[in-house]
């Protein structure tokens, strides 16, 4: 396995332009979930799929936020009309159901956003 | 809805002493529970998990931790620290069985080893 990837790792932009991230699971999960963690927290949840189905979506995630996982393998992150209280760390994890017991979920290493 | 607690945001210890790190969760049902890793620089790596069974679990690098149901409590462990455990550690609770498997994070404390 060659970890749960994220691109870019670092994004910097202007207040009401529009970003996309991209989370790459490792090979072969098929649970995917986006967290965000700000300076001095821990992460918190935002959104969840199962291969393509998106089945959790935390009250943090506005209408300024949509997230897709269309075949099922990686998964984007958009946010419309960015905001300075959207900067944070935008983190990416990845399981697999049926390896028994409870699941582990995998992080990537996150792409940092900062709103100007 | 879950909460988790971890009551110290900086501890500083020096090489050798032993490490305990609190973490308490607010749920009312069965949990599952976790202590993550941070490295500087790095992501976050799972230590170790308890989900049933011993309620002592160990982990990777001699952590380990305990689960006191009666408490709410999921205490990190080692009994000798070393420099290279400076890092920030994350408690985290999911509910067991309830189809549910977003984490609920503390939010942190930071490990300064020093030599």
């Known amino acids: 396995d060659t970890g749960v990837s994220q691109d870019p790792r670092h994004k910097i932009t202007k207040r009401g332009q529009n970003v996309t991230f991209r989370c790459d699971p490792i090979s072969e999960h098929n649970r995917l979930y986006w967290y965000r963690q700000t300076l001095g927290q821990g992460p918190e949840f935002l959104t969840y799929f199962q291969n393509e189905a998106q089945l959790e979506k935390s009250r943090l995630l506005s209408d300024r936020f949509s997230a897709e996982r269309p075949k099922g393998s990686f998964s984007t992150l958009e946010i419309q009309r960015t905001e300075q209280g959207d900067s944070a760390m935008y983190l990416c994890a990845s399981s697999s159901s049926g390896t028994g017991g409870v699941e582990t979920q995998y992080f990537g290493p996150g792409t940092r956003l900062l709103v100007l | 809805a879950q909460s988790v607690s971890q009551h110290n945001h900086h501890v500083i210890l020096s090489e050798a002493a032993s490490l305990e790190l609190g973490c308490n969760y607010s749920?009312?049902?069965?949990?599952?529970l976790f202590w993550y890793v941070q490295y500087p620089g790095q992501h976050l790596q799972l230590l170790l998990k308890y989900f049933s069974g011993d309620p002592l679990v160990k982990g990777i690098k001699g952590f380990e931790a305990e689960f006191i149901k009666s408490k709410f409590s999921f205490n990190l462990r080692k009994p000798s620290v070393q420099w290279s455990d400076t890092a920030e550690y994350f408690c985290?609770?999911?509910?067991?069985?309830?189809?549910?498997?977003?984490?609920?994070f503390g939010k942190g404390t930071k490990l300064s080893v020093i030599p």
């Open positions: 749920y009312g049902g069965t949990v599952n």
């Open positions: 985290a609770v999911n509910p067991s069985g309830a189809g549910s498997y977003q984490l609920t």
